[in-house]
């Protein structure tokens, strides 16, 4: 199993979220929203409220699938996310050990 993440703009999710979609066997994905800033600012903040709001709204996509969906699913949000402009992101991989769904068995009783 891997952990994908992404942190994309914003206006790029709903045509993501199309995309991945029709995927066959996409496994789903949590979405949060954050902000965030990169190490490459052409501006300095001088004052507290810049420093407050010297940030940029972002979405970040978590994704727990097969290893071999990863560099699909991986590519896909590249494609999609991209803009060819600074801020436009981050994707990344990481190994999963174990992961359990968490559902409701529903026993003969009903309970």
């Known amino acids: 199993m891997k952990e994908i993440r992404a942190v994309i703009r ?5 045509r993501l979220r199309e995309v991945l979609r029709a995927i066959p066997g996409f496994p789903g994905m949590t979405i949060s929203k954050v ?3 990169g190490s490459t600012s052409r501006h300095t903040p001088n004052t507290i409220k810049e420093v407050l709001t010297d940030f940029t709204d972002k979405v970040r ?3 727990i699938a097969p290893e071999e969906m990863a560099d699909a699913l991986v590519d896909h949000i590249v494609q999609v996310a991209s803009t060819g402009q600074t801020g436009d992101g981050l994707v990344w991989v ?3 050990q174990r992961a359990v769904f968490i559902r409701k068995n529903v026993g003969s009783d009903g309970v």
Do not use: V, Y
């Not at 914003?10 to 709903?14: C, I, T």
């Open 10 to 14: 914003p206006q790029k999710l709903p």
């Open 35 to 37: 902000a965030g800033c």
């Open 61 to 63: 996509i978590e994704i």
């Open 94 to 96: 990481t190994d999963i």
